[in-house]
Structure formats: structure tokens, C-alpha cells
């Protein structure tokens, strides 16, 4: 059966927040764009997501005209805990930056945006199967699949973006000696539940212990997020309600009495911990974005601010190499991204260092962490560096 082809100007593969904002971007640039995913709307919409959103990725969805519902429905926070030796010291983003984030979960982000890309007539494509991209290096690469309903498509563009992934097939489709990958696995995971429960605490706490690391997020007033350092090879049916608990209060107890507010578990999974950095980021006229990039650790909350921060950067670059008809524009692209990519990377890491529980660690480790954590709560100093790098208002500028 011949293939049913479709040329447009931007081919992208992934319809996650990247892909589809990179989509809504390019639109209201007049550059037109056709975005592929093998997952259908409603199993991305299912997939329970957390999300914290830096103050210029909100500015993104609202000012670009995407949804101000974030506004109306997400939590600003002004603030995180650092928690200690059973106490907590607050950090004030804004007494000392004057930022703040946002709780609104990636799925509400991915909805809005979904929503905006079908309010304006874009080209979404979800449910595919098979898909493979082609001819990178032609003047038209290529992204072949299966539609929904199993017919052959093709759809051919002068730029296509790989946005599908730290498992989609995007990044491996660049030959090895292209890509260099920095990768660091890390010796735990997070064990994350979500509680039928009204919220232990205003704002997220960050909690280190001698039993690990657990952080205490919030959801909405009915539902929470929590989550306790665990073995990356863990399995959660083998923790009763009980036992999850049990271990939580343990790791947040202290002498100032604060404790967590109990409820029905309704889901567990353990979440492991993979830092990555693919760059270049460009290979012949395939572009990388978001996870297909880069992930990092969940501590500092960058993933999707990553990837938000990517599409407007490449939104840029390619309105620049269409309205020049020179694709050169895309090689800045991916210097001015790694720029971020990397100090999320190095306060991602830093942050989960300071707080976790280091395999084999010794006492002197141990003392080392909380003589760190003293000295960020205790130093306005310290506490500015967390609230900008947190808030994303300490990011490099993207030129």
C-alpha cells in the first residue's frame, strides 16, 4: 500500500509538552508543523505526571497565549523546606529573589497545550505506530509510521525534531560517532505514592535523614505526592500501606512534632534516576529537544523547565533559518541550550548529593551533608543561590 505523504515545513516527533509548544511557537511564527506521537491523547492525559514550574515557564504558557489556567488553578509557591536533624528551615524565593513556581502537574500542561494545538487547526497525529525517521542529512528528512487506523504515512519536512524521549527513537537514529553522551547512573531511586489525604505541609519539603532522602509534595486539597529514597531495583508490591507510612513518618520525625497526614495509597511506582546529556544536539537537519536531549534528576525539578526553556530557544532558530532560507541558523541552537542544560545539571545533582543517602557513606560523609545543609539555610548567601537556580531566575541568558 503506498504511503500517504504530507510535506510541511516542521516534522516533530513526540506530542509532550515539547513538542507541542514548539509546535504552538512555530505557529505563531507562520512556520506550519505536523507533530507524531505513538501514544494516544488520552494515555498521555492518563499518565499521572508531577510538575513544578519555574516563573518563565508559566510566563511561556500564558504569555504566548496557550492557557492562563495554570494561574487559576495552579499553586504558586514562594517557597520550599529544607528539613534536618527533625527540623525545618524554610527558603524564601521571594524575600530573596522575588520569584516564585508553580505546582500544576506536566499532564495540565500537556492539556493546555493540546487544547491550544486543536483550537488552532495544527496537524496532530497521535496513536502512530512504527515510526522511523530518515534521511537526516537529505534536504527533506523524512518521519515514516502507521496512523491510528493502520495506513501507511509519510510525512517529509525541511527540519524535523526529535522530541520523543529519553526512549523514543529520535536520538539513536544519529550514528554513534556523531553524539557524544555524557551519562551518570545513580546508586537509588524514588519510591513515589499518591495519598488520598489533605496536604502535611504548605509548601514542598526536602527532607534528609538518616534513613534516607523523602520529599512531601502536594497534589491537590484532597491528593498528595510523596515521595522516600529507596534501592533503584525495588519492588513496590512488596510494601504494604502500613510499612510505606511507617518509613514516611519515620524520615520527616524530629523534635519540632511535624508529622504527615495519613491516607489511602492509590498508586506507588519507584522512580529511577538517570542524568544524561546528548550533544550535540543537532545531526544533519534532526534537531533534539527535551528528554531526547537530557534528563536529570527529579531533586531539582528542571526536566520540563528544560524542555520548555529548549522549544523557545529552537523556535527562534528556526524561524531565523526559514525567513533566511540559510539552515545554518540552526547550529546555534544547541550551544545556547547546553548552556542551561548543564547548570540544571550541575544544581540537579548538587541537590541530590546534599540530601540523599550516599551508598557506603560513613559518618564523616554524613556530618560533611549537614554541615552543607547548615550552611545553605544559614547564609543568605547560600539560601540565594538554592532560590535562584530553584525559580530558574539564576539561568544563564540564552544568548
Known sequence: MPRDLTRTTV??????????MLSHLLARAG?????????????????????????????????????????REGERHDGIELRFEGMGHRIDFQGLVGESVWLYPQTDVFTDLADARARDGADLRFGITGTRVVDLTAEHPGILFDDAVGRPCEVRCDILVGADGAHGVCRTAAPEAARTHYFRAHPFAWFGILVE??????????THSERGFALISRRTDTVQRMYFQCGPDEDPADWSEDRIWTELQARVAGPDGFSLKEGPVTDRSVLRFRSLVCDP???????????????????????LNLALADVRVLAEAVESAVRTADRAALDTYGPRALRRV???????HWMTSMLHGLPDATDFDTRRQLAELAAVTGSAAGSTYLAEAYTGCGALPSR
Open 342 to 348: 548543564w547548570r540544571a545539571q550541575h544544581f540537579s
Open 11 to 20: 516534522g516533530i516527533v513526540g506530542a509532550g509538552p515539547a513538542g507541542l
Open 281 to 303: 544536539m543537532r545531526y544533519g537537519n534532526m534537531l533534539l529537544a527535551g528528554d531526547a536531549a537530557h534528563t536529570v534528576p527529579p531533586t531539582g525539578a528542571k526536566g
Open 31 to 71: 512556520i506550519e508543523s505536523v507533530v507524531v506521537d505513538h501514544r494516544t491523547r488520552a494515555q498521555i492525559e492518563g499518565t499521572s505526571r508531577a510538575g513544578i514550574l519555574e516563573a518563565d515557564s508559566v510566563r511561556l504558557l500564558t504569555d504566548t497565549g496557550v492557557s492562563d489556567r495554570v494561574l
Open 197 to 206: 489525604a489533605p496536604p502535611s505541609a504548605a509548601e514542598l519539603v526536602y
